[in-house]
């Protein structure tokens, strides 16, 4: 990679709830719930229209504030297997690379939720910068937050 390749980051995070993965797929492929697993201090918000439509090709746009500057936030659908998965892309917004798989697996009479996120930031050593400042400390506080919110629904 060179010194101005964009460096790839990854998430993972695995969580299992005592319920029925038809369910909390149901929970999951329903858009405008991002906003019940997003923290307060992004004031994320879903602009798409309800109800969204979910299958490979769909679009979703949202807003958010990061750190006071207001952004926004285009994803697409580029995978769907109703109850076992899906994954969307980044086609516009903060990052130059966000791709986001959602797993779902019936294990031990329940369901394992499994996401895994390979980002990467703009703007090449000043990218680099941030990342090592915030930007990976906030992706985990997100997914920290979302962990806490899914397991006091569903736990």
């Given at each position: 990679?060179?010194?101005m390749?964009?460096?790839?980051?990854?998430?993972?995070?695995?969580?299992?709830?005592?319920?029925?993965?038809?369910?909390?797929?149901?929970?999951?492929s329903n858009?405008?719930?991002?906003?019940?697993?997003?923290?307060?201090?992004?004031?994320?918000a879903?602009?798409t229209?309800a109800?969204?439509a979910m299958?490979?090709?769909?679009t979703?746009?949202y807003?958010?504030?990061?750190?006071?500057?207001?952004?926004?936030?285009?994803?697409?659908?580029?995978?769907?297997?109703?109850?076992?998965?899906?994954?969307?892309l980044?086609?516009?917004?903060?990052?130059?690379?966000?791709h986001?798989?959602?797993?779902?697996?019936?294990?031990?009479?329940?369901?394992?939720?499994?996401?895994?996120?390979r980002?990467?930031?703009?703007?090449?050593?000043?990218?680099?910068?941030?990342h090592s400042?915030?930007?990976?400390?906030?992706?985990?506080?997100?997914?920290?937050?979302?962990y806490?919110?899914?397991?006091a629904?569903?736990?």
């Amino acid at each position: 990679m060179d010194n101005m390749a964009a460096r790839v980051h990854e998430i993972r995070r695995e969580q299992w709830l005592p319920r029925p993965r038809r369910e909390i797929f149901a929970f999951f492929s329903n858009a405008m719930n991002l906003e019940i697993l997003t923290p307060n201090w992004l004031r994320f918000a879903v602009l798409t229209p309800a109800p969204i439509a979910m299958h490979p090709g769909a679009t979703i746009l949202y807003k958010l504030s990061w750190h006071g500057v207001p952004l926004r936030w285009k994803t697409g659908i580029t995978r769907w297997e109703p109850e076992h998965c899906f994954e969307d892309l980044q086609i516009s917004g903060p990052y130059a690379l966000w791709h986001h798989t959602h797993t779902f697996e019936e294990v031990r009479g329940g369901t394992l939720i499994t996401d895994h996120v390979r980002y990467s930031l703009p703007f090449g050593w000043i990218g680099r910068l941030a990342h090592s400042l915030t930007v990976r400390r906030n992706v985990e506080e997100i997914f920290d937050y979302r962990y806490r919110r899914i397991e006091a629904m569903f736990g």
